[in-house]
């Protein structure tokens, strides 16, 4: 498996532990207000953006969500390329 298909993999993963917390909350993508992408390589993300956006929409869908991504030198996790940070309104 190439290096890009396992960075892509790896925001699959993310993007699917969101909508698993999201779904244990009553929630769902619709209920997400922001997102903070934390990445180890603007590079990488931007050339990726095509097959991460097809992504973000097959998982997420096409809500329109405030969003920011930021380079990082490292995540807590030595073998993590990505991490997102979500907040999600889900009303009551």
Same mark, same amino acid.
């Given at each position: 498996?190439?290096?890009?298909?396992?960075?892509?993999?790896?925001?699959?993963?993310?993007?699917?532990?969101?909508?698993?917390?999201?779904?244990?909350?009553?929630?769902?993508?619709?209920?997400?207000?922001? %997102?903070?992408?934390?990445?180890? =390589?603007?590079?990488?993300?931007? #050339? *990726?953006?095509?097959? $991460?956006?097809?992504?973000?929409?097959?998982?997420?869908?096409?809500?329109?969500?405030? %969003?920011?991504?930021?380079?990082? =030198?490292?995540?807590?996790?030595? #073998? *993590?390329?990505?991490? $997102?940070?979500?907040?999600?309104?889900?009303?009551?």
């Amino acid at each position: 498996q190439s290096e890009s298909a396992m960075k892509l993999e790896a925001t699959r993963q993310a993007l699917q532990n969101i909508l698993a917390v999201l779904a244990e909350g009553g929630a769902g993508p619709q209920h997400i207000a922001r %997102m903070t992408w934390y990445v180890t =390589s603007k590079r990488d993300y931007l #050339a *990726a953006g095509r097959d $991460i956006g097809a992504l973000y929409r097959e998982l997420i869908g096409n809500y329109a969500v405030a %969003m920011a991504a930021l380079e990082v =030198s490292a995540l807590m996790e030595d #073998a *993590a390329v990505v991490e $997102i940070e979500v907040t999600a309104v889900v009303p009551t």
